[in-house]
């Protein structure tokens, strides 16, 4: 079955006020396992990864650490 496409010369955008960070918890173990290996990290290395996620991130929700913050609040090791 073939569909006939018209195309438009209209671009979609992102829109940080309707955007919403979701709690996505996959489970204890890897949890444990993602906070461990950050843990390891030297802070210079910390800041390196970190960095870039708050840089990207930033773009799309607003005040990206204080979701972070708040979600690392609602796992059940802390």
């Known amino acids: 079955m073939q569909v006939a496409v018209n195309r438009k010369n209209l671009k979609f955008s992102p829109d940080s006020s309707r955007v919403i960070a979701r709690f996505l918890y996959t489970g204890d173990e ?35 650490s204080s979701i972070f913050e708040s979600i690392l609040i609602k796992l059940p090791i802390f």
């Open 30 to 64: 890897r949890a444990i396992n993602v906070i461990r290996s950050v843990l390891e990290m030297s802070e210079t290395m910390a800041s390196r990864a970190l960095n870039p996620v708050l840089r990207d991130y930033s773009l799309r929700h607003r005040n990206i």
